[in-house]
C-alpha cells in the first residue's frame, strides 16, 4: 500500500507505507510584534509556531493551539497549550473560548491566507485581537517531477486546501483506485469541488495506516 501525505513538511511519527511529498514550500516572513501587548496567544497551525520568531518569550502567557499537530509542535518548546475537544478547526477555538473567560489582548499567530475566523469573533465580540502572519505559502515553479511520484499510490491526504487545490490543477491524472483522504470537513469540501469523493480520517491517530486501512471497509 501507498500512502502519499502532502503535509509541507515530515509528519512528526514515521510510517513505512506513507510517503511526504510536499505540493509547496513554507517561508518565514518579517514579524514585528510587541508581546507585552498580548496576554493570550492563539496558534493556527504548526508552521505559525515552527516560524514565530519569539517563541521562547511566551512563558506568561495563555496559549491555545488549534490542534493537535499544533500542540505537539509547541511541545518541543516546553509549553503546554490548551485544545478543542474534538473540532480542530477555528470553530472549535472559539468553542473553546466560550467555555472560559478571556482576559487581555489576545494575538492570533498564522501564516499569510489563513482564516481570519478567530480574530474576527474575538473583535466582533470586544475582546480585542490581532493578527501577526509568521510564513507563507508558495508554490513551486514546475510540478513534472513531483507528478510522476504520485503513481501507483493507493492514497493521498490532504492536509490544507492549498494542497488539495494544487493537486487537483498539477498532478491528478483520474488514476481509477486512487482514493483521497481528508483531515478536515473543510479540506473534504475542496476534494467535492473537483467532483470528486473523499473520506475525513483521524490524522492525529495513534495509528495512522490503521486509520486509512478502515476506509476500506
Not at 510587541?34 to 517563541?55: E, G
Not at 474575538?122 to 511520484?149: C, V
Amino acid at each position: 500500500m501507498k500512502i502519499i501525505d502532502t503535509k509541507p513538511f515530515p509528519a512528526s511519527r514515521e510510517y513505512d507505507e506513507i510517503i511526504n511529498i510536499p505540493l509547496y514550500k513554507i517561508c518565514k516572513v518579517k514579524q514585528i510584534v510587541n508581546l507585552s501587548n498580548y496576554r493570550n496567544i492563539i496558534f493556527q497551525s504548526p508552521s505559525a509556531v515552527i516560524n514565530f520568531d519569539q517563541i521562547n518569550l511566551i512563558e506568561d502567557k495563555r496559549i491555545i493551539a488549534m490542534g493537535p499537530g499544533t500542540s505537539n509542535q509547541l511541545r518541543k518548546h516546553g509549553y503546554v497549550a490548551e485544545i478543542p475537544d474534538t473540532e480542530y478547526s477555528s470553530e472549535g477555538v472559539i468553542n473553546l473560548i466560550n467555555k472560559s473567560e478571556l482576559t487581555g489582548k489576545t494575538l492570533v499567530i498564522k501564516g499569510e491566507g489563513g482564516l481570519s475566523i478567530i480574530s474576527e469573533y474575538l473583535n466582533s465580540a470586544s475582546l480585542k485581537a490581532d493578527e501577526l502572519n509568521t510564513y507563507n505559502r508558495q508554490k513551486f515553479g514546475s510540478y513534472s517531477e513531483i507528478k510522476k511520484q504520485f503513481c501507483n499510490s493507493d492514497f493521498v491526504i490532504f492536509s490544507s486546501a492549498l494542497s488539495a487545490e494544487i493537486y487537483f490543477k498539477h498532478i491528478h491524472n483520474d488514476q481509477e483506485n486512487l482514493k483521497f483522504l481528508a483531515v478536515s470537513e473543510r479540506i473534504q469540501n475542496v476534494i467535492e469541488s473537483y467532483k470528486k469523493e473523499s473520506r475525513v480520517i483521524d490524522y492525529f491517530s495513534d495509528d495512522l495506516v490503521n486509520e486509512i486501512k478502515l476506509t476500506l471497509t
